[in-house]
């Protein structure tokens, strides 16, 4: 059950209307990283959890609060959009100044919600659920909401450095400091996890049905060498259960792939005729 407070988590009001930056306001809200994904994609990890113990606790206190993040930006945009200056179209016409500032407006925001947010992004793309993830595995999950905050932390303190209103300024620097938190709460149930279960690979496959023999090699597939530098293609491996190695002048280790002929309803090229029309055959069509 959710209970909804009326007031504000945090301030949201702008010194003045600005509908091009409500825009651009749009990716955090309703973007790929943006407080509605990271809302779902913690509320869904913690509604999957099996148990109700300290990880569940923490999604559900951290998807809840996104909510209000959510609400925050919403309240912001609105009032981004309030008060906007109408501009008559032929007028834009006449002067490529105003054709600019309505070229970075978000027509919809008018049209379709009515001087209000909506669920998309700052290209007006629709929310989709695709953007979150929810495993069932906790290490792993944790992992991607590591790099959920990091990114919505970069692209708010992006939009920080684009406004002069102190109004904007004060939440994103808010939002900032929250995303802040969160990438230091899920680093450390990350490194809990991983003391627990002693492997940086969540451990739920069995090792002996892994390839043992590449699981700690870096291939080299790209010009020069400089990779073979790094921790990761020396020593003992980050979980401590092999030793990473370097493979410059990797060979393949499969076959080269032989297809059968299509069968005639699906009508592909005919093998004689891809023959006929390359001058240095392939020897594996037959």
């Not at 702008?14 to 913690?42: C, H, N, R, T, W």
């Not at 998807?63 to 906007?84: K, S, V």
Request: a negative charge; hydrophobic letters at 35%.
């Amino acid at each position: 059950m959710f209970y909804h407070v009326k007031e504000l988590q945090y301030h949201a009001k702008p010194e003045k209307p600005d509908p091009v930056y409500a825009k651009k306001l749009q990716e955090i809200l309703g973007g790929q990283f943006g407080e509605i994904s990271v809302a779902m994609q913690y509320l869904f990890q913690g509604w999957n959890t099996r148990g109700n113990g300290k990880y569940k606790d923490l999604l559900m206190d951290t998807g809840a609060e996104e909510l209000a993040h959510i609400e925050m930006l919403a309240t912001m945009i609105a009032r981004l959009l309030d008060g906007a200056p109408e501009v008559d179209l032929a007028d834009a016409a006449k002067d490529p100044v105003v054709a600019a500032i309505l070229g970075g407006e978000n027509p919809q925001h008018t049209i379709v919600s009515g001087l209000g947010a909506m669920p998309s992004d700052s290209m007006g793309n629709r929310w989709t659920a695709n953007y979150i993830i929810a495993s069932g595995n906790l290490l792993a999950d944790f992992r991607a909401n590591l790099n959920a905050e990091s990114q919505g932390r970069l692209q708010a303190v992006r939009l920080y450095e684009e406004t002069d209103d102190r109004g904007v300024k004060d939440m994103l620097s808010w939002l900032i400091a929250r995303d802040t938190m969160h990438q230091n709460q899920w680093y450390a149930a990350m490194r809990e996890l991983e003391e627990k279960e002693n492997i940086v690979v969540p451990s739920t496959f069995p090792r002996e049905l892994q390839k043992e023999e590449v699981a700690y090699t870096l291939f080299n597939y790209s010009q020069g060498n400089k990779s073979a530098k790094g921790r990761w293609a020396n020593g003992i491996s980050m979980d401590g259960c092999g030793m990473f190695n370097y493979v410059e002048h990797p060979v393949p280790h499969g076959d080269r792939p032989k297809l059968r002929p299509a069968p005639t309803y699906v009508h592909d090229t005919p093998l004689a005729a891809m023959r006929k029309s390359d001058d240095t055959p392939d020897p594996d069509m037959k």
